[in-house]
């Protein structure tokens, strides 16, 4: 074993330039990395959010197609509401059919309802 004060100071130099180095080596490899993962992570992010985008898009699409078809279902659904409206009004302002006998009466109106449906 060589003694410690005989290796001259090149050598302790260049072997504390080599163990520097080799740390800083480490630490640029954990650096470069850090930095592929990051960038994976943002890519996969900038992928997700762009995902949720055109699903929003998607979503909006549908959303305006199904608010047109319901406004034309709401307007077919008032048209139908207000004849039968009126058709309520006339039956509720018709006077009886046989006055003073209500079963006679609503056998009058039923058998009116049938043949306008075309059962009789």
Not at 17 to 32: F, K
């Amino acid at each position: 074993m060589i003694p410690l004060g005989t290796v001259p100071a090149w050598v302790w130099a260049l072997g504390l330039s080599v163990a520097g180095n080799a740390a800083l080596g480490w630490v640029w490899l954990d650096a470069r990395e850090q930095a592929a993962i990051a960038a994976t992570q943002r890519d996969n992010a900038r992928a997700a959010a762009s995902a949720c985008s055109d699903a929003t898009e998607d979503l909006r699409e549908l959303a305006d197609k199904r608010g047109i078809e319901a406004k034309k279902a709401q307007a077919a659904a008032r048209a139908t509401a207000v004849g039968r409206q009126q058709r309520a009004n006339t039956i509720l302002s018709t006077p009886a059919a046989v006055p003073g006998d209500a079963c006679a009466s609503a056998q009058v109106r039923i058998d009116g309802w049938l043949r306008e449906r075309g059962h009789q």
